[in-house]
């Protein structure tokens, strides 16, 4: 069985900073693309950012120089930096990789269980 498992939500004020975390585990053979999303309520996720194995990143226009993505391969693992919060952030952030389980190279997306950003005064 493989899993994501986020960490690192919060409550921030504007203009904060936050350090959300989602690691893999299980009978992993490979980890490819790692992505951040985001929802809120009543709307469809949104891509924040993602990141490939070999470390190529790429951001939703708006949050370009405001997050940062960032992995580290030896422990499967995604990072995403936020700073400069605004109110309009809040939303529930979640992980997303590509995975290919030992003993198989087919690619089977993941999903993390979601973490929850509340930027507010």
């Known amino acids: 069985q493989v899993q994501l498992v986020e960490s690192g939500g919060g409550l921030v004020q504007p203009g904060g900073s936050l350090r959300l975390s989602c690691a893999a585990s299980g009978r992993i053979s490979s980890v490819n693309t790692m992505r951040w999303y985001r929802q809120t309520p009543g709307n469809q996720r949104e891509l924040v950012a993602a990141?490939?194995?070999?470390?190529?990143?790429n951001y939703a226009d708006s949050m370009k120089g405001r997050f940062t993505i960032s992995r580290d391969n030896a422990k499967n693992t995604v990072y995403l930096n936020l700073s400069s919060l605004k109110p309009e952030d809040t939303a529930v952030y979640y992980c997303n990789a590509d995975i290919s389980r030992y003993g198989s190279s087919y690619l089977h997306a993941y999903w993390g269980q979601g973490a929850q950003v509340t930027v507010s005064s």
């Open positions: 990141i490939t194995s070999g470390g190529s990143t």
